[in-house]
């Protein structure tokens, strides 16, 4: 029964058949289908078919907070079970962004897993966040002024931002206001973090030759001399293509942080991996609080 109806609390959620099957990770025809079907089985119509997407009938819409609840219980069984058995070997899922990942923390990973050779490691480089209660992930690495409060962890460091341009960039165009210059921005989901309000507030007006979904692909095209970028330090200093654009001195900062489920907290294994992880960002803190080239990676 609860198969069927998380694809009926996917689609009252997400409002589309296709918005519904990107969070369940199968494809758009599966959830018609199940939508259909449970249709037809219990013999009511859930849903609207609108020109926008599907909505819930008013005969329905009673049924969200219950099927809310009930994933909810679900999830929190799940998690549950997972805490069985958790020492420090088999599966580890660890996800972060693009830019944390090319950082240093792949070489992070690479020492735990030699110092833990009964662990493996399931990295998922993504700038989207993921549904921790639907145990997608153990552990999250992230930037972030705070956790979501399903989350729990540490502050590994500070992360300092800075505007960069190639040297030939900033040697034909000196200008010191935002309008002289062609800017590299961020869009969706980068959008929608500090970088993305910062970008608004100063932007608005600027030229904005191209936006990224990837602090990777913005470092590589501010590298050829195309725009100037607002970039992660610990990316944009190491850079042999890049100086700190003199023009714009102010800086962004905001938080790294390593967490997981809380209620996956204070077992051993989640633990102790936590703590791992924190101690090697702090080993690289003056790379990724603006001060300093990368430290060698934890022994």
């Not at 200093?237 to 942080?257: G, K, N």
């Not at 003056?286 to 934890?298: I, V, Y």
């Amino acid at each position: 029964m609860w198969d069927d109806l998380r694809y009926v609390l996917a689609v009252a959620e997400q409002g589309t058949l296709s918005g519904a099957a990107r969070s369940l990770g199968v494809n758009h025809s599966t959830v018609l289908r199940r939508i259909s079907s449970f249709e037809e089985k219990k013999g009511v119509q859930v849903f609207e078919r609108t020109g926008t997407g599907y909505i819930l009938t008013p005969e329905s819409r009673h049924l969200l907070t219950a099927l809310r609840a009930i994933n909810e219980q679900v999830s929190g069984l799940d998690r549950a079970i997972a805490k069985q058995g958790l020492e420090l070997d088999g599966p580890v899922r660890i996800t972060t962004s693009d830019s944390i990942a090319a950082a240093g923390l792949t070489r992070y990973v690479a020492t735990f897993q030699a110092e833990h050779p009964d662990t493996t490691v399931d990295l998922n480089i993504t700038n989207s966040n993921v549904d921790f209660s639907q145990l997608d992930a153990d552990i999250t690495i992230r930037p972030g002024r705070s956790l979501s409060p399903e989350l729990v962890g540490e502050r590994a460091c500070d992360l300092l931002m800075h505007v960069y341009a190639a040297p030939h960039y900033q040697a034909r165009h000196r200008g010191r206001n935002y309008g002289d210059h062609r800017w590299l921005g961020v869009g969706p989901p980068i959008a929608a973090t500090p970088v993305g309000d910062w970008q608004q507030q100063n932007l608005a007006e600027a030229d904005i030759v191209l936006k990224s979904n990837s602090f990777v692909g913005l470092l590589q095209v501010a590298e050829t001399g195309l725009g100037i970028a607002l970039l992660p330090c610990f990316m944009g200093d190491p850079s042999p293509h890049l100086v700190r654009a003199t023009a714009f001195p102010e800086t962004l900062s905001t938080s790294i942080w390593v967490a997981t489920h809380k209620d996956m907290i204070g077992y051993a294994k989640v633990q102790s991996i936590l703590t791992w992880f924190v101690e090697a960002i702090r080993r690289d803190i003056d790379l990724f609080e603006g001060r300093a080239a990368p430290a060698s990676p934890p022994e």
